[in-house]
Structure formats: C-alpha cells, structure tokens
C-alpha cells in the first residue's frame, strides 16, 4: 500500500513544523485517494500569504519564535466560543502565583450577573522573557445566553477582553422537517424574466416566484442564485460567485417600477422611466444571451431619475435608519461604486486608483466631497435593493411557505472589489482560492478570490464573517454556503502558480459554525452546506452536529461505478438531481458535459476516453433506476426510454429520499438543455448569460410558468 502519511523527518523540519504551527497543510489526500507533500516553494509562498516570513531558516526559525511568543504572551485568546447550555473553559496565560478575574458584558451593553468560576489550566509552564508562565481556566456557566459577548480578564494589572460567541449547540429542525421534508424549486433568478423585467429576472419576478410556487405547486422554498453586491457601472460580472462585497446586495435586480418613489414622480419624469424600459423590453425575447449591460445602461438612468425626485420625511427617516444600521461597512461599498463611476474599473495597473489609495487617501476623501450626490446615490440603491429583496421573502412567507428564499453565499469576493480594497488585512496577501484536481476538474480549479486570513479572522471576533450571515439571515429564511468545505480548510494557490501548486489552510470551524448556529436559530432558518467532492469524515461529523444540512446530488451519489439507492442517501441534507455547474438533466442524459468540455478545452485526457466514462455512468444510472422500480425497464428494452420519461424517473427517484429537503429544477421542468455554468471558465463561454428557455430555444416567461404541463407534472412527483 502506498504511504499516505508524513515520514518522522519530513515532520521534523522547520518549515513542516512552521506550517503547521499556523493551520497550513503540508500534505493532502485527494479525491482519487492520491497523496500529495507540498514543495517547500508553495509552502513558503502561502507562509508569506499570511504575513509570516519563511524565506529562509533563520526566518523560519524567529517565525516560530515570535508566533509562540505572541500566543503565551497573551492572557487570552482574542475569540472564544461558548456553547450555549453547558460550561466552557477557557484557557489564560497567568504567572505562576497569579490568579484571574474575569465579568462579562453581554452583546446588550449589560453586565452578566451569572456565577463565573475557575479552574486549573492544562499544566503546561513556559519561560516568557524570564517569568514562567502557566495557565489556570475562567470557566464559562451553562447559563451564558446565545449571543455575541465581551469576556473581560483581569491577571494583576493586565487587563485584556476576548469576544464571546455564545452559540447554540445546533440549528433545530423546522417542525415541518422533523418528522417528514419539505421541496422546493432552485432557479438562476436573472434567466426567468416577464414582461415587466428589464431584461434580466429581478427583485420583483423574484417575488412572483415565490407567490406562484407556492400557489400552484405547493413549494415551501425557492433555491436562487448568490445576491451579493456587483460593480456599480458596465461592464457587470455575469457570475454571482465572483462578488464585488458579500455584506451587500445586487443593485442591479431593483425593479424601478416598484420604488415607492416612483408612484411620486411627474408625468414628465415617469415617461422618461417608461421610456427607457421601453428601450430594452426587446431583451425580454432573447433566447440566447443576457445582456446584463444594456439592461443596467436604461435602468440605472431611470433610478437615478427616481433617485433625485426626493423622497417623503417618513421614507427618509426610514432611510437614515438604514444608513446608521450599515455603518462604515457601507462607506466601503458606496466608495468604491464612487470611485468606479468616476476613475473606471479596477485593472489591476500599478497607477490604477485600486492600487495606488486606500479609504484614508485624501484622494478619496476629495471624491467624496466633490459628488455628495453620487455617493448617496449608491448608498440609496443598496437601500431599495435591501428592501425589494426583503419584500420578496416576506411574500413568500404571507403566502405559506414554510423557508421561501434559500440565499446562497459564494465562497469569496472579486480581488479588486470593495470588501478587499477597504479592508484589505481581513485577506491573504498574494493567494486566491480555488480547488485541486478531481475527476470533473481535472486540471485544478482558481476561483480568483483572495481567501480571508484565519489569524485576521480570530483577532477581530470573526465579525466580518458575522455580520455577512446576519446580513443574508435578514432576507432569506435558509442560507446554502457553497462549498462549506472552506470554513474547514481552503485550497489556497499562491500568486502565480497554476492550480495545482497550492496547499490547505485550516480555519476555526467549530467557531464559524457557530456564527452559523447562532444566526440560524435567531431568524429561525435553515443552513445547506455544499458538501460535494473529497469530504473529510470529520467535516460530516460536525455538519450534523451542528444541525447543518449537507447536500445530496443524484447524479453524485455514486461509489465504484454504481449509484446509490435513493432511500439509502442521508437524511440531513438537501436532495437534488443535479447542480448549477451542471447540464440540465436533459442537456446531461445527451452528453452535453462532454461536448462542452471538449469545446472549451478542459480535458487533460481523449475525449474518447471521457465519453466512455460518461456512457458508463448513464448505463449505470439508468439500471439504478430500473432496480429501484423508478423506470420502466420495458421502456429500456422495448425502444429507448423518452427523455421525459428518465428525467421524471430521476425526480421519482429523488422523491423516494429520506432528505430533510428536495429542490426540483426549473430548467428541468421546462427541457431547457444549455449547462448555465462552466467552472474553470469565463468569457470562453457565456456562463451566467443564459436565460431561461425551452428545448427548442423558445424564451419561457415567468407568465404563466407555473401552468406549465411538464412543469406540473414534476411538482405532482415531488408533492408526492
């Protein structure tokens, strides 16, 4: 058998015993099982990522010094978890003969009046500059409430604070879940258009979605596409796992029409809106491509026009509250949109405005100043969009759906957007994100998206993560985290290296779960994890301890060959027969994976080869149907299966899960073919740019939709 672990002097090493001093792997098993030791070159490059010096072995040496230094020096720890209903101990530094105190005040600004005890420590003693150390415990009671706290530590004259995350032990189910499931839908929200969208689905068809899901099909959610924050000006990103901000939402999806403002404007004025959504109604027909830029051309002219109409004292006051609520975090957002409107998009040049200020520049203090009313323009339509998508899961909820708006959270943010220029040491310096090979990437996957820095992260009380999940908990009954994977460990790639020349950096899971935990359990919502591809036990483990759904994609449910049962997959998770980066069931059973990945020129082997593969599997997920008694098998025998036929057998199958929740496709149920996404991919091919449209190419609006035979048909199935 091959070695698949670190030799003794592999692990005695400077550089190996460095990396994992601070959470960097030095070693990986892959998908395949294949086993991977970082070069020493990746290993230094990631080190100097986060801020630590590895260039050499003196470096390396006084890096571990001054890490271990820093660590004992401390009284405690800057983030510490507590879990709610039981006692937790927290370490602290102290000297031999010192004892702590310690009080909290509780995320009200109160003081806690529980009983805080102590304890001993874990008995380790180290010399720091002459003085042994020691460590005695402040032990937090069971009777802590959930939420964010301040721990206080005295030891002598040292005084220092920690934050608390004061979290449940898990996410409880929904009663509805917890004896049985719920299903929903699962669309891109800019492909499904009616005749009121400007060219691209918005807030408003969101609303409609919902409604009619629920009306006419009995659905009790609808899984979207990421709403987070865009660029303010064309040219836009097509994907939305490439945001510019993942604390904000997308601007672009307002509906002009339904701002309250626009009720009050002049007959002059409200032709000119009119007008200019007259000029790009025309794209509501195109079955081809999005057109994202002319859409957001018209409709930014006209919500500037509703913009500068004004507004009522109440809506106003409405509006100030909203401002004092973001605070500097949307000054980030608002500036840079600013400074993009004005200076041109981030190009990454040394002289481009990205890279030569910061938010303290007096350049960009002077832009502020100089257009007041572009900058409130920008905090304005954050508002309005906040508020279209806040209106559209409250529909969904007055209408009986039990979750409504399933939001997914991408993994990362643009490298130039605002969240890194404004705050640029929440992030590694000089790494972005992505995935090693596996057998549906085979060359390696760079996402672009510098990953965040888990020592920033720990230092800070995990805020920044906190706020985002409060953020997308404020809109959405449930919250689906793409590749959950990260908050375990990320696939960092230094700056410059290919794909596969990167190593995983560990992060606090048990701390970001427990933001999770506790956000859900507020807002009482729902959290899906993104759990596909190489998925350590462990990283199972915890999701269901936390009460985190994991997901459960049909065509993925596959080992040595074969597919797995339906009534054998688990319980906790959401069920599915395929993925956004997907064709769509019809466009998969026609190999529409291979042509494409042939076209593009993402196969590192023939495509004789791959295409053998892919029959196999479709041979193998057919007989899986057949044996489970989902499809006819003299319908296989007799004359080759109708394609409706198979796809209704595959959400057959998907009905007969135990899953907690089950998501039908709307591409699916209309026969659309195009994969929406191509990882590994971009302007090569139109991802994100495909709207919705039926197997012969006809646009399919949202009128009506929700009548559509084969679309009723599939809601019959997953209704049961």
């Not at 609808?222 to 604390?247: K, Q, W």
């Not at 004025?269 to 025309?282: I, N, S, Y």
């Not at 997920?621 to 296989?636: F, P, Q, R, S, T």
């Amino acid at each position: 058998m091959t070695e698949q672990t670190e030799n003794a002097t592999r692990l005695a090493r400077p550089l190996i015993r460095l990396a994992k001093l601070v959470g960097v792997a030095t070693s990986y098993v892959g998908m395949s099982h294949d086993y991977h030791e970082i070069e020493d070159d990746v290993l230094v490059a990631v080190l100097k990522a986060l801020g630590i010096d590895a260039s050499n072995d003196e470096a390396i040496e006084q890096s571990m010094e001054s890490i271990l230094h820093e660590r004992r020096s401390r009284l405690v720890a800057p983030t510490v978890l507590h879990t709610v209903g039981e006692p937790s101990t927290v370490l602290v530094n102290v000297g031999v003969l010192e004892v702590p105190q310690a009080s909290i005040t509780l995320e009200d600004g109160s003081e806690f009046t529980g009983t805080i005890s102590y304890g001993a420590g874990d008995g380790s003693i180290h010399d720091l500059d002459d003085t042994f150390i020691s460590t005695s415990s402040v032990i937090l009671p069971k009777d802590l409430p959930a939420g964010y706290h301040t721990l206080h530590v005295r030891v002598g004259e040292h005084v220092q604070d920690a934050t608390v995350i004061s979290a449940p032990e898990k996410i409880k189910l929904l009663d509805d879940m917890k004896e049985g499931s719920l299903w929903g839908w699962m669309s891109q929200l800019y492909s499904i258009r009616s005749t009121g969208s400007w060219g691209v689905g918005d807030y408003e068809d969101l609303k409609t979605l919902l409604v009619e899901a629920k009306k006419k099909t009995g659905a009790d959610f609808m899984l979207i596409n990421p709403m987070h924050a865009a660029e303010p000006v064309p040219p836009l990103t097509p994907s939305p796992y490439l945001p510019i901000s993942r604390r904000f939402v997308n601007f672009s999806y307002i509906r002009p029409e339904s701002v309250p403002e626009y009720a009050m404007l002049s007959p002059k004025d409200k032709a000119r809106v009119d007008e200019l959504h007259a000029q790009v109604e025309p794209l509501n027909g195109d079955a081809q491509v999005i057109d994202r830029d002319s859409m957001w051309r018209a409709k930014m002219h006209a919500l500037w026009i509703i913009f500068t109409s004004g507004r009522t004292a109440e809506r106003q006051a409405q509006f100030g509250r909203y401002l004092a609520d973001c605070g500097d975090e949307l000054e980030s957002y608002a500036t840079w949109c600013l400074c993009y409107d004005k200076w041109g998009a981030p190009n990454g040049k040394p002289d481009n405005w990205e890279r030569t200020f910061d938010r303290d520049s007096v350049e960009i203090r002077e832009l502020r100043r100089r257009f007041p009313d572009t900058l409130e323009f920008y905090r304005w339509l954050e508002w309005v969009a906040t508020e279209q998508l806040h209106a559209a899961q409250q529909a969904a909820r007055a209408a009986g759906m039990k979750i409504g708006i399933i939001a997914d959270m991408a993994v990362g943010v643009h490298p130039s957007g605002s969240d890194v220029w404004w705050n640029p040491e929440r992030f590694a310096k000089g790494a972005t994100v992505g995935a090693p090979p596996d057998m549906f990437n085979q060359q390696g996957q760079d996402w672009s998206q510098p990953p965040l820095n888990p020592i920033a992260l720990e230092r800070t009380g995990y805020k920044v993560y906190r706020d985002m999940v409060h953020g997308m908990f404020a809109n959405a009954g449930a919250v689906r985290i793409d590749h959950i994977l990260g908050l375990f460990r990320l696939w960092w790639i230094p700056e410059g290296r290919k794909a596969t020349d990167g190593t995983y950096v560990y992060y606090d899971s048990d701390v970001m779960l427990g933001v999770l935990a506790l956000e859900a359990s507020r807002a009482g919502g729902v959290v899906v994890g993104e759990d596909l591809g190489v998925v350590p036990p462990y990283v199972s483990k915890s999701l269901s301890a936390h009460g985190i759904l994991g997901c459960a994609v049909e065509w993925f449910e596959q080992f040595d060959g074969e597919f797995r049962a339906p009534s054998d997959w688990r319980p906790y998770a959401l069920a599915s027969v395929n993925t956004h980066d997907m064709p769509p069931a019809a466009g998969y059973l026609e190999y529409g994976h291979v042509k494409l990945r042939e076209q593009l020129g993402l196969l590192s082997g023939p495509v004789e080869e791959f295409q053998a593969s892919a029959t196999a599997e479709h041979d193998a997920m057919l007989n899986m149907l057949v044996e489970e008694g989902y499809l006819d098998k003299a319908a296989l025998d007799d004359e080759p299966a109708s394609e409706d036929k198979i796809v209704d057998a595959l959400y057959r199958g998907l009905k007969g899960s135990p899953c907690k929740l089950m998501a039908a496709s709307i591409v699916d149920a209309v026969g659309e073919r195009r994969t929406q996404n191509q990882p590994g991919t971009n302007n090569e091919y139109p991802n994100w740019r495909i709207p919705l449209a039926d197997g012969k190419g006809n646009v399919v609006p949202l009128e009506g939709l929700f009548d559509n035979p084969r679309l009723q048909e599939i809601a019959a199935i997953m209704r049961g």
